[in-house]
């Protein structure tokens, strides 16, 4: 006959005597798959900890690494850089936008530069510079400016925003806030 504690432990069951008595003890091999798991988990846990790590370092230097024009936000930057004043030819102009202002632009002369608002003040129309008749037109309304932002003609009456230009190195900017 088998003792009393021998075939407690065969059945899977706590000896009477210990605390918690009467509830199941896994077998052996259930107990390891239990570890197993939770082995597994850890081990998972882990990797994914790792990896976390990894694309954080990543990002952020890929941030780093970035050219910081593509991170600026308009609405708190006080000028925009235009272009290279040797991509900018005398009587040529440039449309910028930034933020919600579109910009244009003019070089008039090897050291002056004007910058008005680019879109007309009644329809909102792309405005283009006539560098031969040495106006801002607006191709929508008919309406034509000078340098000053005043109209000159047409059906418009509103006079066009200017904006202060100055430059830095070899670049054009453009003060944002209204000059």
Known sequence: MKSESGST???GLRDPLQPGAGEEVPPPSRQFTTWL???RFTETLLASI???IAVMFGLGTALYLLPSEHLEIPEL???VQVVKQANFPVGGSRTITWGQRTILVVRVTEDRYVALQGTGSGDGCLLNWDA???RVVSP???AEYDLN???VRGLSVEPLSRYSVFL???YVFVSVQNG
Do not use: D, N, W, Y
């Open 9 to 11: 432990k065969e059945r």
């Open 37 to 39: 798991g939770r082995f």
């Open 50 to 52: 790792i990896v976390l």
């Open 77 to 79: 930057q006080t000028a």
């Open 132 to 134: 031969p008749s040495r």
């Open 140 to 142: 929508c309304q008919h």
């Open 149 to 151: 932002g005043r109209v």
């Open 168 to 170: 830095r190195g070899e």
